[in-house]
Nanobody, 116 residues
Framework: QVQLVESGGGLVQAGGSLRLSCAAS????????MAWYRQAPGKQRELVAR???????IYADSVKGRHTISKDNAKNTVYLQMNSLKPEDTAVYYC??????????WGQGTQVTVSS
């Protein structure tokens, strides 16, 4: 079993920055993909950014140039540096990990609120 522990959410003013972290632990032999999704009230969960084992990244158009995903393989941890935050970035952010082939794990979610 894989456990994910997220941290770093909070309340910030528009234009500010936050850094989210997600540490994976448990029976992990390999990690294929680490990603961040978000879900705003009344909306579907959407991909924010993902990074694969080789370090290739994909970003949602809405966050390109503002957010950066990175990972520390030694710590099985993925980060999301969020800059120039906008009120529309307000959502619950979820960590996603695909490990040991095709095992999918989700974090518990961390709230990010951006005030105008």
């Amino acid at each position: 079993q894989v456990q994910l522990v997220e941290s770093g959410g909070g309340l910030v003013q528009a234009g500010g920055s936050l850094r989210l972290s997600c540490a994976a632990s448990g029976s992990i032999f390999s990690i294929n993909v680490m990603a961040w999704y978000r879900q705003a009230p009344g909306k579907q969960r959407e991909l924010v950014a993902r990074i694969n084992a080789g370090g290739s990244t994909i970003y949602a158009d809405s966050v390109k140039g503002r957010h950066t995903i990175s990972k520390d393989n030694a710590k099985n941890t993925v980060y999301l540096q969020m800059n120039s935050l906008k009120p529309e970035d307000t959502a619950v952010y979820y960590c996603y990990v695909q490990s040991n082939g095709f095992r999918i794990s989700w974090g518990q979610g961390t709230q990010v609120t951006v005030s105008s």
